[in-house]
């Protein structure tokens, strides 16, 4: 079957519709029926829904607004005991949406450029990414906000906006940086889309911690976004170019290896959710099912792949008082847990204090607080309410879009929180370890 005939599989499958049994387990999983307590905007009330409209009924407005109220958190498919692929069928749901109806033309125009011509484009984010930073650090911003020249809602959405981090991690394109000490491992390093230019200096914490645990590190030089927004708004084509575009460079960085690479990593939940379901979003595709479920199967979580090794000694005390919060794509979408909360635990002179509900989504849902910006703050509000009962002053994340919601939520509802990746913290404390070394041989 050609490329272009995939759409024909992007609605709900009848075979993943019918795991639902309606028990109702999954509710008190699901931010949004806890917010509303709509039948309707819950994991039951959606299926039910999709359900009638697999049966010929109408793609209406209010099926549309349930569906993309929903954060596709994922945190149904953990409640759920018949094991349905929730976030399968919403997906899925989105796509059918997006290809039967026509949206009006201002939104029409906004998803062109964000989705086809933002997002993949690494010329196009510098160009973005530099006007926002001479936007941010010449004080315009400040200015702005000063003057309240921004209507309430766009005030709101502006909060939530990544400050601009130069030079950019594109740099890094193209580069294989080399293990310290002896090489354990070779890997491939993701490096994400609007994190190249707003999470720049994780990215290069993550590689550093890499290095310092054994590990070559190869940053691919055609990689792209990896689609997760894109699958997530149901653009499901483009997310396929996507795949396509990825695998291909990996393939093609290969070709000039002896052997191939032990693991291709990404620090971000929501990106490695969607690259680890490559093999289903191109399962029709005849030139790349095969290649995507190898693609797939290698692709790891960077707190995944360094809990599953033993961590290169040493690492200085870091006194730091920690609460985690799960990105629900890492947590739901790919079932890691507890290799976060083991790194943490390796630090020393880390305490780790958990809060409430630590895996209900803090309402960032990739762009889901800019266009659902009132139910995402209510969301945060909650979120921020769990972690100021714990008293940590830093908290740990595991997902640049939830560390961007969290840093809202501490300006907004919090108490002065740091904000910071499990490997940023790691990075730390390998960082104090050479400083005190260095000292030690003045």
């Not at 999954?26 to 307590?37: D, K, S, W």
């Not at 759920?80 to 976030?87: A, E, K, L, R």
């Not at 911003?141 to 990544?162: C, D, Q, T």
């Not at 904000?419 to 104090?432: G, N, S, W």
Request: glycine fraction near 8%; charge should be positive.
């Amino acid at each position: 079957m050609a490329a272009s005939d995939l759409t024909a599989f992007d609605k709900p499958q009848q075979a993943d519709l019918d795991r639902c049994v309606h028990c109702g387990l999954c509710l008190n999983a699901c931010p949004t029926y806890r917010e509303l307590r709509v039948e309707m905007d819950s994991p039951r009330g959606r299926i039910y829904q999709m359900v009638q409209v697999s049966g010929g009924a109408a793609i209406s407005e209010s099926y549309i607004e349930h569906i993309e109220l929903c954060l596709a958190c994922r945190g149904c498919e953990t409640a759920c005991p018949s094991g349905v692929q929730y976030g399968r069928l919403v997906e899925a749901a989105r796509a059918e949406i997006e290809n039967h109806i026509q949206r009006p033309w201002r939104e029409r125009m906004l998803r062109w450029l964000v989705f086809r011509r933002l997002l993949p484009s690494r010329r196009n984010l510098e160009i973005v990414g530099a006007l926002l930073y001479l936007y941010q650090a010449s004080g315009l911003k400040r200015m702005v906000g000063m003057l309240g020249f921004l209507p309430a809602r766009l005030r709101e959405v502006e909060s939530i906006a990544p400050e601009i981090e130069t030079p950019f991690f594109f740099a890094y394109y193209g580069k294989t940086l080399p293990a310290e000490a002896k090489q354990r491992y070779r890997v491939a390093f993701l490096g994400g889309c609007i994190a190249n230019i707003s999470f720049a200096r994780l990215n290069e914490a993550t590689v550093r911690v890499l290095q310092k645990n054994g590990c070559e590190v190869s940053i691919l030089a055609n990689q792209t976004c990896c689609g997760a927004l894109h699958v997530h708004a149901g653009i499901r084509g483009e997310a396929r170019k996507l795949a396509r575009r990825n695998i291909d460079a990996l393939v093609n960085f290969e070709a000039t290896l002896n052997g191939g690479f032990d693991a291709i990593i990404t620090n971000a939940g929501g990106c490695g959710s969607t690259l680890k379901e490559y093999g289903e979003l191109l399962e029709h595709d005849p030139e790349y099912a095969e290649k995507a479920l190898r693609f797939s199967a290698s692709v790891k979580d960077v707190n995944e792949f360094l809990a599953s090794i033993e961590l290169n000694p040493p690492m200085r005390v870091v006194p730091l008082t920690v609460t985690y919060q799960d990105s629900c794509h890492l947590a739901h979408g790919q079932k890691v847990r507890s290799a976060p909360r083991k790194l943490l635990a390796s630090v020393p002179g880390l305490e780790l204090r958990e809060m409430q509900l630590s895996d209900l989504c803090c309402g960032s849902a990739g762009i889901y607080n800019v266009v659902h910006t009132g139910m995402a703050m209510s969301l945060l509000k909650k979120k921020m309410d769990s972690v100021n009962a714990t008293g940590a002053p830093v908290i740990a994340a595991s997902n640049p879009g939830c560390m961007l919601q969290l840093r809202a939520g501490v300006r907004k509802f919090g108490r002065g929180q740091r904000v910071a990746h499990v490997v940023e913290i790691l990075d730390e404390a390998y960082r104090k370890d050479e400083a005190y070394r260095k000292d030690d041989h003045r």
